[in-house]
């Protein structure tokens, strides 16, 4: 009789352990799919890769560096590198009204730096190469060299519609950006996504902060 109850406690506890072992399994199994679920969600809604082409933003970007680029609830600030949809561009005609005009290519996303945002005064004296907002000289650390080149997509100083930005190339003398007929005023729903990391192995790492040595 008391063997019978021993082997009852063990075949109960063998059951017990079993039981224990597939929900601690099936908890793993869980946390695993949501994990993956989210990552494809973030990857697919929030976080998206993107590969640099061209050498307007050198030196913080080279020729085929892999980004990331966040796009969830984002609003461009002054300094942000962003993905610009540039299907069409946006300039003041001779009596100050803003106009639609073709841009680059139908296809064609640009990587430029947010200079100004709406309501700011952009002047450029592209003797000096000196670039100024709302008066005040615009400290570029990150600049490959001076903004000496007029594209003569406006007439300077300019302000900045409200919900437009002005973005440039780090590279200012090789960057077609806000100052080609072009390109011009970027309006907010071009603006794809900021850039905000660089996954490229061979220079894998942060995009700001960075300075020309």
């Given at each position: 009789?008391e063997?019978e109850?021993?082997?009852q406690?063990?075949?109960?506890?063998?059951?017990t352990?079993?039981?224990?072992?597939?929900?601690?399994?099936?908890?793993?199994?869980e946390?695993v799919?949501?994990?993956v679920?989210?990552?494809i969600?973030?990857?697919?809604y929030?976080?998206r890769?993107v590969?640099?082409?061209?050498?307007?933003?050198?030196?913080?970007?080279?020729?085929g560096?892999?980004l990331l680029?966040?796009?969830l609830?984002y609003?461009?600030?002054?300094?942000?590198?962003?993905?610009?949809d540039?299907?069409?561009s946006?300039?003041?005609?001779?009596n100050g009204?803003?106009?639609?005009?073709e841009?680059?290519?139908q296809e064609?996303?640009l990587?430029?730096?947010v200079?100004?945002v709406?309501g700011?005064e952009?002047?450029i004296?592209?003797?000096?190469?000196?670039?100024t907002i709302d008066?005040?000289v615009?400290?570029?650390?990150?600049?490959?060299?001076?903004?000496?080149i007029?594209?003569?997509g406006?007439?300077?100083?300019?302000?900045?519609?409200?919900g437009?930005?002005f973005v440039?190339?780090?590279?200012?003398q090789?960057?077609t950006?806000?100052?080609s007929?072009?390109?011009?005023f970027?309006p907010e729903?071009?603006v794809?996504?900021?850039?905000i990391?660089?996954?490229?192995p061979?220079?894998?790492?942060?995009i700001?902060?960075?300075?020309k040595?």
């Open positions: 009789m063997n109850m021993m082997e406690q063990t075949d109960m506890q063998k059951k352990e079993k039981r224990t072992l597939l929900s601690n399994l099936a908890e793993v199994l946390t799919f949501v994990s679920f989210v990552v969600l973030l990857f697919a929030v976080i890769p590969t640099v082409d061209g050498q307007s933003m050198e030196s913080t970007l080279q020729d560096d892999r680029m966040m796009d609830l609003t461009p600030e002054r300094g942000d590198i962003v993905i610009v540039n299907t069409h946006y300039l003041y005609d001779e009204n803003l106009i639609e005009s841009g680059l290519s064609k996303r990587i430029k730096r200079i100004a709406g700011e952009i002047n004296d592209f003797e000096t190469g000196t670039v008066g005040e615009f400290d570029e650390p990150y600049i490959n060299n001076l903004t000496t007029d594209e003569y406006f007439t300077y100083p300019v302000v900045v519609p409200e437009y930005y440039m190339g780090d590279n200012r090789n960057s950006d806000s100052r007929p072009y390109v011009g970027v729903d071009a794809l996504g900021k850039a990391f660089r996954i490229t061979s220079n894998f790492g942060g700001y902060g960075n300075t040595d």
